[in-house]
């Protein structure tokens, strides 16, 4: 599956987070989502084959990586109180595979910015 | 307008009734249609995927889709206390670079 760490982590307003995925084993393609409480998941950006192709409405400071060996980052610098929120990762195969696009979540991490 | 919309609810229903979750979407281009189910504190969960209009049935869930009225629906027969949940409606959009996830559906089911 799709493992996420760390699972809970408190920053405070101002720092910098690295918060990081293993996609399941055959994805090709990794997505990043926040969710804040009661809120759906937002779209924060995709990567496939380690570049990105796909982002959301969220500033220049949220930035990702993909690395060849399936896993990923997400990085927020400058955080502020509203980056609180769970943060998702997910990962699928592309368009024209079995299966396609269907997101496999991991546990989430979740930030407390205060 | 939201890229997709879905009453917040909460619905709720007794065991063992047929409870029904709705969205709309705005993107006509889209191809690919999916319902997740979460719990509470947990990551979402695919539940259904539909691509074609008409209907899908796996079980106790059907989806159906309307592309001409860009409307995607979720059955769930003989409600259990267990399925009680958010359930989230999840558009791919057209180019595939990204799906879109509805506020979600909160479902309660009276034992």
């Known amino acids: 599956g799709v493992t996420q760490s760390p699972t809970h982590l408190i920053k405070t307003r101002g720092q910098q987070v690295t918060l990081r995925c293993s996609s399941q084993?055959?994805?090709?393609?990794v997505s990043w989502y926040q969710q804040a409480l009661g809120q759906g998941p937002q779209f924060i950006f995709q990567y496939y084959r380690e570049e990105e192709n796909g982002r959301g409405n969220f500033p220049p400071r949220f930035s990702g990586l993909q690395f060849p060996n399936d896993s990923s980052e997400l990085n927020v610098n400058a955080l502020e109180l509203d980056d609180s929120a769970l943060y998702l990762c997910?990962?699928?195969?592309?368009?024209?595979?079995?299966?396609?696009?269907?997101?496999?979540f991991g546990a989430g991490s979740r930030l407390t910015v205060l | 307008q939201k890229e997709v919309e879905q009453n917040s609810g909460p619905l709720s229903v007794p065991e063992g009734a047929i409870a029904s979750l709705n969205c709309t979407y705005s993107d006509r281009g889209s191809q690919s249609f999916f319902w997740y189910r979460q719990y509470s504190g947990k990551s979402p969960e695919l539940i259904m995927s539909i691509y074609s209009n008409g209907d899908k049935e796996d079980g106790r869930f059907t989806a159906q889709l309307n592309k001409a009225s860009q409307y995607v629906s979720l059955l769930i027969r003989d409600s259990q206390p267990s399925d009680s949940a958010t359930y989230l409606c999840a558009v791919r959009n057209t180019g595939g670079f990204k799906t879109i996830f509805g506020a979600g559906t909160r479902l309660f089911v009276k034992a």
């Open positions: 997910a990962s699928s195969v592309g368009t024209g595979s079995s299966g396609a696009n269907v997101l496999t």
């Open positions: 084993s055959g994805h090709n393609t």
